[in-house]
């Protein structure tokens, strides 16, 4: 699986944000210069955030994003999929949870138990790591 540039620097963007949020609103204008992005692509990223219940802006002089829940509670998956949609590899790793495949050949096909275990792994991995854990990395990699 390739991320596009949209989970690559939303997650830097998202993280950035994290980190320098303490007790006040984060202006975009400080994240695209820290990490490199365009504002208004920034902007872009920050839409699909903020749609999905990760990140709240605030508006005024002193306006920016800051996080919609604690850090620990919002997991590296729960980004990337407001980011770049369904994390599926291919097409048919995509077994509901009734255990149905929608997939024409599924019913002779083998290669999609390893499919579905490549699809398993990414998910359980992005969800295991949330961004509290990424947000104390960065910190203490910074002293």
Excluded at 110 to 121: A, E, G, L, P, T
């Amino acid at each position: 699986m390739k991320l596009s540039t949209k989970g690559r620097y939303g997650l830097r963007a998202f993280l950035d944000l994290a980190v320098c949020e303490e007790n006040e609103p984060v202006p975009l204008a400080s994240i695209a210069q820290r990490q490199e992005i365009s504002v208004s692509y920034l902007e872009q990223l920050m839409a699909k955030l903020k749609k999905a219940g990760l990140v709240k802006s605030v508006r005024g002089v002193n306006g920016g994003y800051c996080l919609a829940r604690h850090a620990d509670e919002i997991s590296v998956g729960d980004v990337l999929r407001a980011l770049e949609g369904d994390l599926t590899p291919v097409e048919c790793a995509g077994i509901d949870n009734s255990g149905a495949v929608h997939c024409n050949g599924s019913s002779q096909c083998v290669s999609k138990i390893v499919w579905k275990r490549i699809n398993d792994s990414i998910n359980d991995t992005v969800d295991s790591i949330n961004i509290g854990e990424l947000v104390q990395e960065s910190r203490e990699t910074k002293r």
